[in-house]
């Protein structure tokens, strides 16, 4: 069983910066590309940024220039630095992992609240 556990989210005024952590723990063999998803009341799920483990970034047009992905394989944990923040950016994120233990699997947290006050 393999869990992703995000945490740094919260409530900030516009213009404001947060840093998202999420950890993947359990019977991990490999972590292939980890990336963070958003979704906010009434609109569908949609990719913020991806990384893969050899480290090359991808960004949605929305967030580039902004927002900053990152990972530490030795930590099995990938990061989100978030600045210059956007009432637009209110959403839930959630962290995605492709992880493989006996077999490859896309796996998904909890998700965080991120609030930007306008």
């Known amino acids: 069983q393999v869990q992703l556990v995000e945490s740094g989210g919260g409530l900030v005024q516009t213009g404001g910066s947060l840093r998202l952590s999420c950890v993947a723990s359990g019977n991990i063999l490999r972590i292939g590309t980890m990336g963070w998803y958003r979704q906010a009341p009434g609109k569908q799920r949609e990719l913020v940024a991806d990384i893969t483990s050899g480290l090359i970034p991808s960004y949605a047009d929305s967030v580039k220039g902004r927002f900053t992905i990152s990972r530490d394989n030795a930590k099995n944990t990938v990061y989100l630095q978030m600045n210059s923040l956007k009432p637009e950016d209110t959403a839930v994120y959630y962290c995605?992992?492709?992880?493989?233990?006996?077999?490859?699997?896309?796996?998904w947290g909890q998700g965080t609240q991120v609030t930007v006050s306008s």
């Open positions: 995605n992992a492709n992880v493989l233990t006996k077999t490859w699997y896309n796996y």
